[in-house]
């Protein structure tokens, strides 16, 4: 059965203290993942999509990691407006859809 | 570039009234539709999805139902609403190519606040 399990549910770092997010997956033939940012009363914004096993992709101070069982979000150095849920997504095998985490609620202090 | 509406922002409903929702998307065409509903502090729950006009596909089992009267409109809709119904409601777009190569990214929409009272 495909899944998809975040860890941790909640994280709250100190401004500058780096941490990772993680996200597995259990799916016949991954099609992708693919990583949301989502705001309090908003909808998800997407940041990134990755394909193969090793793959990375950087934006700012987000950086996301691919194995073939699990994926990270590292952030480094993080700031307050990096607060935020991130989700993580996979395609079902063989459909249209996707299935999402429950998300990792991230809180940066200053 | 592609822009996804959805409205209304927020609604405030009595349970047993009826219920519409409409989402439409820009700058492209034949999109795969989404309706997502997201409780308080949880994940995104399927509700429909869309291939094309007037094909629905239904993942869970209740009261609420989807329409794709055109393209790029994806409406949903209750007949009486229920209080467990409350919740945010998202829709989203993806382009069409093949559900056996990559995954095509999913965009939102800013989303519908619905309060069942």
């Known amino acids: 059965e495909d899944q998809v399990t975040q860890s941790p549910e909640a994280l709250r770092l100190q401004e500058g203290e780096s941490s990772s997010l993680n996200c597995s997956y259990t799916?016949?033939?991954?099609?992708?993942l693919f990583w949301y940012r989502q705001d309090p009363g908003k909808g998800p914004e997407f940041l990134f999509t990755?394909?193969?096993a090793g793959e990375e992709k950087e934006k700012e101070r987000l950086k996301a990691t691919l194995t073939k069982k699990e994926s990270f979000l590292h952030i480094t150095a993080p700031k307050p407006e990096d607060s935020a849920t991130y989700l993580c997504?996979?395609?079902?095998?063989?459909?249209?859809?996707?299935?999402f985490g429950t998300g990792t609620r991230l809180k940066v202090l200053a | 570039s592609q822009t996804i509406h959805q409205w209304p922002a927020t609604l405030v409903q009595p349970v047993g009234s009826p219920l519409s929702l409409e989402c439409t998307v820009e700058?492209?065409?034949?999109?795969?539709l989404y309706w997502y509903r997201q409780a308080a502090g949880r994940g995104l729950q399927l509700l429909f999805y869309s291939v094309g006009i007037g094909q629905i596909s239904s993942e869970v089992p209740q009261n609420l139902s989807a329409s794709r009267p055109q393209d790029r409109q994806f409406i949903l809709s209750s007949k009486k609403l229920l209080l467990s119904d409350s919740g945010f409601y998202l829709c989203a777009w993806s382009a069409q190519t093949s559900t056996s190569g990559e995954g095509d990214t999913q965009y939102f929409g800013p989303g519908t606040r619905l309060t069942v009272l």
């Open positions: 990755l394909y193969s």
């Open positions: 700058g492209t065409s034949n999109p795969n």
């Open positions: 799916v016949s033939g991954l099609r992708g």
């Open positions: 997504a996979v395609p079902f095998s063989g459909t249209y859809k996707y299935i």
